[in-house]
């Protein structure tokens, strides 16, 4: 299972991106679905989650401002983030948890992480 994320950028501060991981690769299923971020200097931290039945959870920094979603017909997952402050500054992974086989047997694989820089 590979993941490519995409999307990251340099944007003013109050601007948008989207981000988007598409998952590729032989498995059965994409259960919950994760974005994290790490900034230099600190420990990566989730950014947001859903779930495969579309269930959603934010960090407390980026409630209304983040939306994820997911289009299991292309196996992508997205993030949309407006209202970008400098410290949302950050190297944007993603991971996905995947069922690989048809005992159920269960795998976790991480993106190679896109670059959003927040600056005026």
């Known amino acids: 299972v590979q993941l490519q994320a995409c999307g990251g950028g340099l944007v003013q501060p109050g601007g948008s991106l989207r981000l988007s991981c598409a998952v590729s690769g032989i498995f059965f299923r994409v259960n919950a679905m994760y974005w994290y971020r790490q900034a230099p200097g600190k420990q990566r931290e989730l950014v947001a989650r859903?779930?495969?039945?579309?269930?959603?959870n934010y960090a407390d920094s980026v409630k209304g401002r983040f939306t994820i979603s997911r289009d299991d017909a292309r196996n992508t997952m997205y993030l949309q983030m407006n209202s970008l402050k400098p410290e949302d500054s950050a190297v944007y992974y993603c991971?996905?948890?995947?069922?690989?086989?048809?005992?159920?047997?269960?795998?976790?694989?991480w993106g190679q992480g896109t670059q959003v820089t927040v600056s005026s």
């Open positions: 991971y996905a948890e995947t069922v690989v086989d048809a005992r159920g047997t269960g795998s976790g694989s």
């Open positions: 859903i779930t495969s039945a579309g269930g959603t």
